[in-house]
Antibody, heavy 122, light 110 residues
Framework: QLQLQESGPGLVKASETLSLICTVSSGSISSSSYYWGWIRQPPGKGLEWIGSIYYSGSTYYNPSLTSRVTISADTSKNELSLKLSSVTAADTAVYYC??????????????WGKGTTVTVSS | QSALTQPASVSGSPGQSITISCTGTSSDVGGHNYVSWYQQHPGKAPKLMIYDVSKRPSGVSSRFSGSKSGNTASLTISGLQAEDEADYYCSSYTNSVTWVFGGGTKVTVL
């Protein structure tokens, strides 16, 4: 059964770069039917889509974050990476990675990791 | 992109049916049949309950159903049970190849 596990520093200083890894097990990130996304949830607030990376390597980002975010994939390690630069307290959140399924007439994010909490300190 | 609009809270008694609305625009909800609904219990990751407007993943109770009319999607929970108490989020694919979420709805079972 596919599993996703987010990992990275739980504490990041303001103005620095947040870096997270999503390790995918029991499945390959190289399948053309799937894409991979990052979503975050600030404490007590709702979900916010950060961005996605597709099989082709194309990436798409939330317009509000596009100048600061980079998502990449390492197929040799079966890992995804999220980098968010110039962080502020507003970037404090639980960060999730998720698998997206994309085929003719179907598109959804079906498998999510348990999430990792990142706190930005001043 | 603006968040989809959901009611902050909905409540119902056990056995009743409730409906949560999710309003967007013609660039997201109204323009695609890629609307999903997620259930989230406190401290847990979101769980996919409905995808592609009205499809249920394997293992999700048939008490959950989805629909869409114009720019508004809806999630209906019938035969409300105590375990259904949670936060529910809608999400929609957009014309810009992005995803947008709703603000979330807290469902309370009275």
């Amino acid at each position: 059964q596919l599993q996703l596990q987010e990992s990275g520093p739980g504490l990041v200083k303001a103005s620095e770069t947040l870096s997270l890894i999503c390790t995918v097990s029991s499945g390959s990130i190289s399948s053309s039917s799937y894409y991979w996304g990052w979503i975050r949830q600030p404490p007590g607030k709702g979900l916010e889509w950060i961005g996605s990376i597709y099989y082709s390597g194309s990436t798409y980002y939330n317009p509000s974050l596009t100048s600061r975010v980079t998502i990449s994939a390492d197929t040799s390690k079966n890992e995804l990476s999220l980098k968010l630069s110039s962080v502020t307290a507003a970037d404090t959140a639980v960060y999730y990675c998720a698998r997206g399924f994309l085929e003719w007439l179907s598109n959804h994010m079906d498998v999510w990791g348990k999430g990792t909490t990142v706190t930005v300190s001043s | 992109q603006s968040a989809l609009t959901q009611p902050a809270s909905v409540s119902g008694s056990p056995g009743q049916s409730i409906t949560i609305s999710c309003t967007g625009t013609s660039s997201d909800v109204g323009g695609h049949n890629y609307v999903s609904w997620y259930q989230q219990h406190p401290g847990k990751a979101p769980k996919l309950m409905i995808y592609d407007v009205s499809k249920r993943p394997s293992g999700v109770s048939s008490r959950f159903s989805g629909s869409k009319s114009g720019n508004t999607a809806s999630l209906t929970i019938s035969g409300l049970q105590a375990e259904d108490e949670a936060d529910y989020y809608c999400s929609s694919y957009t014309n810009s190849v992005t995803w947008v979420f709703g603000g979330g709805t807290k469902v309370t079972v009275l």
